[in-house]
Each structure stands twice: as structure tokens, then as C-alpha cells.
């Protein structure tokens, strides 16, 4: 089964998913930006620019690691936020 949780940055909603078969999505305001498909190597990783103020532009970047769950989020290379997802997610 997929996992997916929503998180905020400068008041857009992006959303990260890891999908049944393993794909990961990022989407932004409802709309899909980026899919990976699961492969042999880790991590996976989608990203997406973002001009958030006139000109003002973001560099959102998620990684996940399938064999630990581990996903990591950052903005321009800053950590966002690092979590774990559920086991049932991880499975090979």
C-alpha cells in the first residue's frame, strides 16, 4: 500500500507519495511536477522549481531511501524536514 503526507513551504502545498509499486511523486498544489520510478539505486529523488515571489525562485528537492523508509526534503539545499515512512512501504 502507498504513503503519501502534504507539507507547506512559503504557503504552497506540496505533497509526496511513494506508490504502490514504488514510484515516487511530488506534486505541488494538486498537480504532479515530478515521478520516479523505483529502480536499483538509492536514492530516488524528484524535484521541482518553484518561483514562489516575482523572481524569487526555490529548488525543492525529495529523496528516499526504500530500504530504511527515510525521506528527506530540502529547499535550495536546506533540510526541510526528514522523516520515516511506515514499513508497509518499504517492502522490496
Not at 498544489?29 to 524535484?47: F, I
Request: with cysteine; charged share 20%.
Amino acid at each position: 500500500m502507498g504513503q503519501s503526507f502534504q507539507f507547506q513551504y512559503r504557503q504552497k502545498l506540496f505533497q509526496l507519495s511513494v506508490t504502490d509499486d514504488g514510484a515516487l511523486e511530488l506534486y505541488l498544489q494538486g498537480c504532479l511536477r515530478k515521478r520516479r520510478e523505483r529502480g536499483s539505486k538509492e536514492p530516488q529523488y524528484v524535484w521541482t522549481n518553484v518561483e514562489l515571489e516575482w523572481e524569487e525562485h526555490h529548488y525543492v528537492e525529495a529523496r528516499y531511501w526504500a530500504s530504511s523508509g527515510e525521506v528527506s526534503v530540502t529547499v535550495n539545499g536546506n533540510v526541510l524536514l526528514t522523516q520515516v515512512l511506515a514499513s508497509a512501504v518499504i517492502g522490496s
